[in-house]
């Protein structure tokens, strides 16, 4: 069964700075999803960016890009000019491809962001 | 408007009794999910199904039950065998197994 590990509960950022979210996970598979969603104090779960496994190139969105490292299981989340409309929960999620996964989503345990003016 | 709509926001539940938070989609989604959240965690899957009148138990499914009469509709009960049912609950959605889930905005259920 895969994992999903964040290791830091709570982050913090000046406005106007850089963050670094950590995400590690565990798993035999070759192809998958990896994925970052955003959870405001509203609780709806926003998708901010998308990761496939067989890319190389790291996913972009915006503000906010992954550092994805296959080898080493890492997928991290950097966001560049953190406004105040940052600050959330952020999970890290996997989704496996294989034929019996019927695409489940695999949670982290999440990451409180707070976004300082 | 296209999106997913979960009913209602806030639900309480008295001792032994069923209750059942709507899941609606005008999508045209195939495959729909039941997530369950505690405090200061990340979701567990409760029930899925990819298709009408088919569903398949998640990692947490005891205590609940499902149904998918409808492709747009995929309601989950709450039943008395449920011990500690508290918590939040997200309905999600996907077109194909290629694609991102998306969420609804989440029924709150508390026990009185």
């Known amino acids: 069964a895969q994992t999903v590990t964040q290791s830091q509960p709570e982050m913090s950022v000046q406005e106007a700075e850089t963050v670094t979210l950590s995400c590690t996970y565990d798993t035999s598979e070759s192809d998958y999803y990896l994925f970052w969603y955003k959870q405001p104090p509203s609780r709806q779960m926003i998708l901010v960016i998308r990761?496939?496994?067989?890319?190389?190139q790291n996913a972009t969105e915006n503000r906010f890009s992954v550092n994805f490292q296959k080898a080493a299981k890492s997928f991290s989340l950097k966001i560049s000019d953190s406004q105040l409309g940052d600050a959330a929960m952020y999970f890290c999620?996997?989704?496996?491809?294989?034929?019996?996964?019927?695409?489940?989503?695999?949670f982290g345990q999440g990451t409180i962001l707070t976004v300082h003016p | 408007d296209g999106g997913i709509t979960q009913s209602p926001k806030y639900l309480f539940r008295k001792e032994g009794q069923n209750v059942t938070l709507s899941c609606e989609q005008n999508l045209n989604h195939d495959a729909m999910y039941w997530y369950r959240q505690d405090p200061g965690q990340g979701l567990r899957l409760i029930y899925y199904s990819q298709i009408v009148n088919d569903f398949q138990k998640g990692d947490i499914a005891e205590g609940y039950s499902v149904s998918r009469e409808k492709k747009e509709s995929f309601p989950l009960t709450v039943t008395s065998a449920q011990k500690n049912p508290t918590a939040f609950y997200l309905c999600a959605s996907r077109r194909s197994k290629m694609e991102t889930q998306y969420f609804g905005p989440g029924t709150r259920l508390l026990v009185l």
């Open positions: 990761q496939e496994a067989y890319k190389q």
């Open positions: 999620a996997y989704r496996s491809l294989g034929g019996t996964s019927y695409g489940k989503l695999t």
